[in-house]
Every structure is written in structure tokens, then in C-alpha cells.
């Protein structure tokens, strides 16, 4: 079985500032990673995801992740918010072989400021 | 993401009544899944299919049920609400044809509310 771990349930920024959102995740098996966006009142968008080669994952808006296998983490960063980031961001994984079921972190709410 | 229509996006219903969520796609993917979201946990995996005769419980499956009519509908029960299944409800399509870890297309929710 996997797990997924977003310790920050809210990470406050100003406008311009970078950001990271912290993502670490426990499996048995290789995994597939992402990253998916939640706008007031929508589903769910992906970012990003990683699921080979290359480490570092460029993404929409801006985004980018890096999976560190060693450290179990996949980190999501920007290195400028826009008051349109302010959303909700959940990592998820899913196992390879496990036909593309995801099991998502408790997610961080990414609130932008001026 | 009109290719992942939920219906109804909002519903108000009283403790015991059965309840049906119904999610439709035109992205031709083979794969659905049901989900529902809580405050401060996430988003935890109800049912899913595969196929049309081939359908799954995930990790939270008891007092739900689901039916899989077609390969593009992929419908959730409540057989007897009970207040503690109030919460934002998402149904997610994949496409397993175009390789290995494709992501999950994602409807607009259903925020289900029981009395």
C-alpha cells in the first residue's frame, strides 16, 4: 500500500514570493507522483507528474516538482505566486502495476497575499 | 472540465433516503472512479472500474454502491444516507490505452449534504 504525507495544511505567501509545498510518500513498489490543483468550487487539475527519466518536472502555471527517491519526496515549488495560485494543491501517487488508482495527501491550502 | 460531468452538482437530502450520483464522459477513457472529499483528509477512493463488468471497492466502499451501465457511465449509490456521508463527492475517468501512469480527468464535484 502507498501513503502520502502533506505536513503543511496551509502555507500563507505574499504575491511574488516563492513557495514550496512539501510532499513526501511511502511505498513497497515504484510509484507514479503528481500533482493536482483544486480552484474554489472545481475538481481537480493536474500540475504535473513525474513518472520517469528527468527528476526535475516542469508543470502548468509556472509549477515545477522534484522527486528525490532517496528522501521519498516530491516538493512542489514556484519560484513567483500570483494571487491566482491561491488554491488548494494535493500530491497523490499511485503504484506502478496498480492500474492507475491514486491515493492523494490531506492536501495544503496555498493561501497568496499582497 | 465539461469532458467529466457529475450530476447533481448540489443536494440536500434527509437521513435514510437513497441517493443516486451520476457521472458521464465523453473522453472515451475505459477507467472511472468515485471519490470523496473531507475537510482535512483528502481525497479517499470509493469504487472504481476497469471496464464496464469489471468494477472494484477502494478503501471506504461500505453504504455505497455503484453501477457501471456503460463504458462512458459510471453511477454512485447511497442506498440509506446517513449524515455522516455528507461531502464533496468527484468521479474521475483514466484512460489505461495510452501507456502507464496517466492521470485521473476529474468532474466538478457533487456536494451532497444530509440531514
Known amino acids: 500500500a502507498q501513503s502520502v504525507t502533506q505536513l503543511d495544511s496551509q502555507v500563507p505567501v505574499f504575491e511574488e514570493a516563492p513557495v514550496e509545498l512539501r510532499c513526501n510518500y511511502s511505498?513497497?513498489?515504484?510509484?507514479?507522483l503528481f500533482w493536482y490543483v483544486q480552484y474554489p468550487n472545481q475538481g481537480l487539475q493536474l500540475l504535473l507528474k513525474?513518472?520517469?527519466?528527468?527528476?526535475l518536472v516542469k508543470g502548468i502555471n509556472g509549477f515545477e516538482a522534484e522527486f528525490n527517491k532517496s528522501q521519498t519526496s516530491f516538493h512542489l515549488r514556484k519560484p513567483s505566486v500570483h494571487i491566482s495560485d491561491t488554491a488548494e494543491y494535493f500530491c497523490?501517487?499511485?503504484?506502478?502495476?496498480?492500474?492507475?488508482?491514486?491515493?492523494f495527501g490531506t492536501g495544503t491550502q496555498l493561501k497568496v497575499e499582497l | 472540465d465539461a469532458d467529466v460531468t457529475q450530476t447533481p452538482r448540489n443536494r440536500i437530502t434527509k437521513t435514510g433516503k437513497r441517493i443516486m450520483l451520476e457521472c458521464s464522459q465523453t473522453?472515451?477513457?475505459?477507467?472511472m472512479y468515485w471519490y470523496r472529499q473531507d475537510p482535512g483528509l483528502g481525497l479517499r477512493l470509493i469504487y472504481y472500474?476497469?471496464?464496464?463488468?469489471?468494477?472494484n471497492k477502494g478503501e471506504i466502499s461500505d453504504g455505497y454502491s455503484v453501477s457501471r451501465q456503460a463504458q462512458a457511465k459510471f453511477s454512485l449509490s447511497l442506498e440509506s444516507a446517513i449524515p455522516n456521508q455528507t461531502a464533496l463527492y468527484f468521479c474521475?475517468?483514466?484512460?489505461?490505452?495510452?501507456?502507464?501512469?496517466?492521470?485521473?480527468?476529474f468532474g466538478d464535484g457533487t456536494r451532497l449534504s444530509i440531514l
Open positions: 474521475a475517468t483514466s484512460d489505461s490505452m495510452t501507456g502507464v501512469g496517466q492521470p485521473q480527468h
Open positions: 497523490a501517487v499511485s503504484a506502478s502495476g496498480g492500474g492507475n488508482k491514486l491515493t
Open positions: 472500474s476497469f471496464d464496464v463488468k469489471d468494477i
Open positions: 473522453k472515451g477513457h475505459d477507467r
Open positions: 513525474y513518472l520517469s527519466g528527468s527528476t
Open positions: 511505498s513497497s513498489v515504484s510509484v507514479y
